[in-house]
């Protein structure tokens, strides 16, 4: 059977790490390769009663079809959980998308035509430049150092191709575990105002901070550079932080995008399930949000920190890696020290053999990957687990 299927989709791949699972079913198989969060740390006896009081109070709204901008109560809760954050914003300005992946979807499908170029970090996060070929962008990378994109080099890229977008992860970003400084993040909002090119902020790792708060978003600090608020773009959600299985993202833009958004949401889904919406609302209604925000900081605070005293104390100089300050990931490289392989993609191929996973770093790349990096999450594994799985990196790596 030949079906005539879209030109579009000879622009993307099967995700290599969604592959890579299909490798995890080895018994006693440690996996640093996940993106998500721990589901230990989900707070069900919460999320429980927050399904109870939707149930009790509003069970048709709840139940029932609803608008495609969002529910309205937790539209009001985002809004005030944004103004925490030092956004101002009201219920208004934002839409509910099923999962921030959605809200990338819609800003794909409402700004890219086939041609068109977009600028990412070089790495960023896999499906955001599988979402962008897919509808015909040709991806641009600019490098990331240990400030974050190099803003420098973002200029000259911008002023060389006017890109239709530029897509970052500022706080401790997917896969690298940056953090963008506040110094960058001010000139990043002056180009935006400058060149008058929308810069989309996602933003779901925000909240994972490990000591200090990390500096305020591109958003929050819009109101310190004039003009450049309306060429931005911020992706929210509550998958890393709540639930994954809720799927509830939000999307915050200029009124004249996100009217846009949301006619191309109706298209898609008709609206975000009301049930999932109602149950976050009465989640954030509680004030649950703050302990549960508390304790998932001190557990992955911990993980990270005995990852990287792992890493130094078993694979020493054949490692090059940052302590990330928050989030759930190290990006690291293999170095060569030792006369030890300097290829993820075999050393990944080893460390499956030893029983542990990890996802190598080409993937990541929209252009000129470095086949020497790698991604490691903490996220699921306990401290005791980590300890074991780099353990096994060091023997993969002999």
């Given at each position: 059977?030949?079906l005539?299927?879209?030109?579009?989709?000879?622009n993307?791949?099967?995700?290599?790490?969604?592959?890579?699972?299909?490798?995890?079913?080895?018994?006693?198989?440690?996996?640093?390769a996940?993106?998500?969060?721990?589901?230990?740390?989900?707070d069900?006896?919460?999320?429980?009663?927050?399904?109870?009081?939707?149930?009790?109070?509003?069970?048709?709204?709840?139940?029932?079809y609803?608008?495609?901008?969002g529910?309205?109560?937790?539209?009001?809760e985002?809004?005030?959980?944004?103004?925490?954050?030092?956004?101002?914003?009201?219920?208004?300005?934002?839409?509910?998308?099923?999962?921030?992946?959605?809200?990338?979807?819609?800003?794909?499908?409402?700004?890219?035509?086939?041609?068109?170029?977009?600028?990412?970090e070089?790495?960023?996060f896999?499906?955001?430049?599988?979402?962008?070929?897919?509808?015909?962008?040709?991806?641009?990378?600019?490098?990331?150092?240990?400030?974050?994109?190099?803003?420098d080099?973002?200029e000259?890229?911008?002023?060389?191709?006017r890109?239709?977008?530029?897509y970052?992860?500022?706080?401790?970003g997917?896969?690298?575990?940056?953090?963008?400084?506040?110094?960058r993040?001010?000139?990043v909002?002056a180009?935006?105002?400058r060149?008058?090119?929308?810069?989309?902020?996602?933003d779901?790792?925000?909240?994972?901070?490990?000591?200090?708060?990390?500096?305020?978003?591109?958003?929050?600090?819009?109101?310190e550079?004039?003009?450049?608020?309306?060429?931005?773009a911020?992706?929210?959600?509550?998958s890393?932080?709540?639930?994954?299985?809720l799927?509830?993202g939000?999307?915050?833009?200029?009124?004249e995008?996100?009217?846009?958004?949301?006619?191309?949401?109706?298209?898609?889904?008709?609206?975000?399930?009301?049930?999932a919406?109602?149950?976050a609302?009465?989640?954030?209604?509680?004030?649950?949000?703050?302990q549960?925000?508390?304790?998932v900081?001190?557990?992955?605070a911990?993980?990270?920190?005995?990852?990287?005293?792992?890493?130094?104390?078993e694979?020493?100089?054949?490692?090059?890696?940052?302590?990330?300050?928050?989030?759930?990931f190290?990006?690291?490289?293999?170095?060569?020290?030792?006369?030890?392989?300097?290829?993820?993609?075999?050393?990944?191929?080893?460390?499956?053999?030893?029983?542990?996973?990890?996802?190598?770093g080409?993937?990541?790349?929209?252009?000129?990957?470095?086949?020497?990096?790698?991604?490691?999450?903490?996220?699921?594994?306990d401290?005791?687990?980590?300890?074991?799985?780099?353990?096994?990196?060091?023997?993969?790596l002999?």
């Amino acid at each position: 059977m030949s079906l005539p299927f879209a030109q579009r989709l000879q622009n993307v791949e099967t995700s290599a790490i969604r592959e890579l699972f299909k490798l995890l079913g080895k018994p006693g198989i440690i996996s640093f390769a996940g993106g998500f969060p721990d589901s230990a740390m989900f707070d069900v006896a919460g999320i429980q009663s927050a399904v109870d009081e939707a149930l009790a109070q509003e069970p048709g709204a709840a139940l029932q079809y609803g608008a495609t901008e969002g529910y309205g109560p937790l539209r009001a809760e985002l809004a005030r959980f944004m103004g925490d954050k030092g956004i101002s914003c009201s219920p208004e300005g934002l839409i509910v998308t099923t999962g921030s992946q959605q809200a990338l979807d819609l800003l794909a499908k409402v700004m890219i035509d086939a041609g068109d170029k977009v600028i990412v970090e070089g790495p960023t996060f896999l499906a955001t430049i599988q979402c962008f070929r897919l509808y015909g962008a040709q991806v641009l990378s600019a490098p990331l150092d240990a400030q974050g994109v190099q803003v420098d080099r973002l200029e000259q890229l911008i002023v060389e191709h006017r890109p239709k977008l530029v897509y970052l992860i500022p706080t401790f970003g997917n896969p690298s575990g940056g953090l963008l400084s506040l110094e960058r993040r001010r000139k990043v909002l002056a180009l935006a105002a400058r060149h008058q090119v929308l810069v989309v902020e996602d933003d779901p790792y925000g909240d994972l901070y490990f000591g200090a708060p990390p500096p305020p978003s591109l958003l929050a600090l819009s109101t310190e550079v004039p003009g450049s608020r309306d060429w931005l773009a911020y992706c929210g959600s509550l998958s890393k932080v709540l639930s994954p299985g809720l799927r509830v993202g939000w999307l915050l833009a200029h009124p004249e995008l996100l009217a846009r958004a949301t006619m191309c949401k109706q298209f898609s889904d008709a609206h975000t399930s009301t049930f999932a919406q109602a149950t976050a609302a009465r989640y954030l209604q509680a004030g649950r949000m703050p302990q549960t925000l508390a304790q998932v900081r001190s557990v992955y605070a911990e993980r990270a920190q005995a990852m990287g005293q792992a890493l130094r104390r078993e694979l020493g100089e054949a490692v090059d890696f940052t302590q990330p300050e928050g989030g759930l990931f190290f990006w690291a490289r293999l170095t060569g020290a030792g006369g030890k392989t300097r290829d993820a993609s075999e050393f990944a191929k080893r460390a499956i053999e030893q029983g542990v996973a990890f996802v190598p770093g080409a993937p990541f790349y929209a252009a000129d990957p470095d086949p020497a990096s790698f991604r490691l999450s903490f996220a699921t594994a306990d401290v005791a687990r980590i300890e074991e799985g780099v353990k096994r990196l060091a023997k993969a790596l002999a």
